[in-house]
């Protein structure tokens, strides 16, 4: 199933619950604008290349739009217009005064040198540049993109524009980046598991954890959870599984990634196939890779009651019913991984007011705001009898929708 036909059934679904016409669905499902361009690019051996880039913006009626930029093999229009809709959802959630966008570029970033990955992005900001600003559309890291790239990129689009840091989130600290956005994501997975967990019935200390994917999101999510005495008895990345049935000894973990860029080799776990990790014999499983790993081909022999989704579109539709039928709770990534774009706000805060805040001060709004899109989401599943998923739909198309009526539906 296409990426974009998954986040239109789960549309479809909660549209349902409202009762929406067609034409307000259209309206609202339909992507403001698709601007996909060629990315021409020198190699250090003095070849030529040519890649495609994409850049989806979705939906500005509740503000700019907002969402992140994906350097891997697989990105497509199609991948990239459902990452966009998703990122309309997910800031209409979590209340920020955002709209939804998202871009890419399809290339493996593992196969370019510095010097390349460099003008790569230069190239690909040469022909974005007019669409993208502070008050239109402000992209960020995803997969395969890092804060490095995103100086490359205000650098890139302060040549034609002036001075305005606000035109991209994610960057390096000492370059107009917030404290604490690095960790954002992983740590908001964390907030939200512990919440999750309150509201089950299980202590954390009972709470065995596998996490697919150990990138940005997933090593910070182990990092919190950890430090929340949750066991983590396995950790993937694309190399393989490690897995401890006593508890992974994290910060061993981390320290193994950092000094040998993944985690092949480390060899204090039983090493198992990657997909092996998501029928292991666990409670919590934190899908922190990839988009639809979780199908009708393998739901059924999860054994995790909770699902924490920290990677976008993980689950797809079939494997969404097999899951709710026994039983297991989803929390889903528009909610689930809400705590990136959530810190990436505080630093267009910053810096449109010049302002900088302390990591105390970005960590206890980060919870506020999770907390509170958290209970919100779960009195809504409650309240209509939906699962969270569909909870959290309803609650962001209502937004969305409202502000597209007061904005005029022409505007
Ligand atoms: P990343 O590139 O830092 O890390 C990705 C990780 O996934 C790596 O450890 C990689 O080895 C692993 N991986 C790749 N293929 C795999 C496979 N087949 N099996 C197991 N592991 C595999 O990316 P990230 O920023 O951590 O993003 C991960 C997910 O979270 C993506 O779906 C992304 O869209 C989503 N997300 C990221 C952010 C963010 O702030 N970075 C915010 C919201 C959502």
Known sequence: MKASKATEFYFDKA??????????????????????????????????????????????????????????PDVDVD??????SLMTWKTAVVNIPYGGAKGGVCVDPTALSRKELERLTRSFVDGIHDIIGPDTDIPAPDMGTSHEVMAWIRNQWEKYHGFN?????????????????EEATGRGVGILAVKSLKRMGIKTKDCRTAIQGFGNVGSHAAK?????????????????????????????????????????????AE??????????DVDLIIPAALGGVIHEGNADKLKAKLIIEAANGPTLPAA???????GVIVLPDILANAGGVTVSYFEWVQN???????????????????????????????????????????????RVMRATELGGLTS
């Open 320 to 326: 969404d019913d097999i899951l709710a039928s026994n």
């Open 165 to 181: 840091p606000a035109v991209i989130t994610g960057k390096p600290v000492e370059e107009y980046g917030a404290k604490g956005r």
């Open 224 to 268: 919190f959870l950890w430090e929340a005495e949750f066991p983590i008895v396995a950790v993937s990345d694309i190399t393989g599984c490690y897995y401890n049935p006593n508890g992974l000894d994290i910060p061993a973990v981390l320290r193994h990634t950092l000094a040998n860029g993944s985690l092949a080799g480390y060899d204090q």
């Open 15 to 72: 549209a349902d619950e409202l009762s929406l016409p067609d034409w307000l669905r259209k309206l609202l499902m339909t992507s403001k604008r698709e601007v996909t361009l060629q990315i021409v690019c020198e190699m250090d051996d003095g070849h030529v290349e040519t890649f495609l880039g994409y850049r989806v913006q979705h939906d500005n009626s509740r503000g700019p739009m907002k969402g992140g930029l994906r350097y891997h």
């Open 79 to 84: 991948a990239v217009r459902s990452l966009a």
């Open 352 to 398: 449109r007011q010049h302002y900088r805040w302390s990591l105390d001060r970005v960590r206890q709004e980060l919870d506020r705001t999770l907390s509170d899109a958290f209970e919100q989401v779960w009195q809504e599943s409650v309240s209509r009898q939906v699962n969270l998923r569909s909870a959290a739909f309803i609650l962001a198309i209502t």
């Open 271 to 280: 090493f198992l196939p990657g997909d092996d990790l998501l029928t292991l």
